[in-house]
Nanobody, 122 residues
Framework: QVQLVESGGGLVQAGGSLRLSCTGSGTRFSTNTMGWYRQAPGKQRELVASILTGGFTNYADSVKGRFSISRDNPKNTVYLQMNSLKPEDTAVYYC????????????????WGQGTQVTVSS
């Protein structure tokens, strides 16, 4: 059973920064493409950042240039550095493994962590 634990969220003013962490058990992050999702109230969960096993990263247009995903394989941890935060970044953030399905990344693990709340005030 894969267990994911996200942390690092909080309340921050617009323009501020946060660093999210995701640790896991029951799987080795080093063998998986990993990603960060977010879900704002009333909206669908969206993938905002991904990192391949080799370190290549990709970002949603809405966060490109402001967010940075990284991984520490020995610690089985994935990070999301968020800078220049905007009120529209307010959401619960989750991590998950990713798999390619017809050219689109979809969640790898059926189970999700509790997420970590990020709230950006204007």
């Amino acid at each position: 059973q894969v267990q994911l634990v996200e942390s690092g969220g909080g309340l921050v003013q617009a323009g501020g920064s946060l660093r999210l962490s995701c640790t896991g058990s029951g799987t080795r992050f080093s063998t998986n493409t990993m990603g960060w999702y977010r879900q704002a109230p009333g909206k669908q969960r969206e993938l905002v950042a991904s990192i391949l096993t080799g370190g290549f990263t990709n970002y949603a247009d809405s966060v490109k240039g402001r967010f940075s995903i990284s991984r520490d394989n020995p610690k089985n941890t994935v990070y999301l550095q968020m800078n220049s935060l905007k009120p529209e970044d307010t959401a619960v953030y989750y991590c998950n493994g990713l798999r390619n399905s017809g050219g689109t990344y979809i969640p790898l693990f059926n189970s999700w962590g509790q997420g970590t709340q990020v709230t950006v005030s204007s």
